[in-house]
């Protein structure tokens, strides 16, 4: 398996699973239907754990992320010449695995008559609208969760398999505490892939894809971890 295809392939777990919760939860008619933002965000930790155990074969690093692949390259962890490679693995990947969880609940996307959940299964949009704040807080999601990569590929060696639960559990928290005002995106492939999907997909009766918004969950967690990996080279 190569770093392309490890990539790839995780990224399309992590969002068949990470979307996945969201359309068991939020679509109508579904066994999980209103199971609230705990089952989400546990759902989200499990498509880590299996997003990064998939990929961590192909020695690609388990990224899955565009903001951790940029934010390591810009520490001096990861050549820059890879860094395309791997945004564009990562961006097929989400894209496959938001394609088929639309596959997985066509039934519901029929059925339910709320086209905001329709996007919310696809990607973020926050509870309440005001770009500053939007902004500040997704940067401090992806502070906070590239601030723990960096301290966990320092412990060891680099991330992978070993690193997949530990990860998981600090998706866990940056959800359950920091997910409240945007859904916290942390990852500019897990929300641009899907949105791009929601735009493509013959939906029945959504509403569009809130291209206004979009660029705040792709610019802002590369911020925050651009931030976490100069904090990181001052400190150590």
Known sequence: ???????????????LLGDGVVANVILSKTKGNNGGLIAITFGWAVAVFAGVFVSSASGS???LNPAVTIALA????????????????????????????????????????DMDAKLGTFCTAPSIRNAGYNFTTEVIGTFVLLLGVFYITKAT?????????????LVLGIGLSLGGPTG?????????????MHFILPIKNKRDSDWKYSWIPVIAPIAGGLIAAVLYGLIG
């Open 1 to 15: 398996m190569t770093p392309f295809t490890g990539e790839l392939l995780g990224t399309t777990v992590l969002v």
């Open 61 to 63: 690093g388990s990224h």
């Open 74 to 113: 810009y520490a001096g962890k990861f050549p820059w010449t890879d860094v395309p490679m791997y945004i564009g693995a990562q961006m097929l990947g989400a894209m496959i695995g938001a394609f088929l969880v639309w596959v997985t609940y066509k039934q519901h996307f029929d059925e339910t008559t």
């Open 157 to 169: 060696g680099g991330l992978g398999s070993i690193d997949g639960l530990p990860i998981a559990l």
């Open 184 to 196: 916290y995106c942390i990852n500019p492939a897990r929300d641009l892939g899907p949105r791009i």
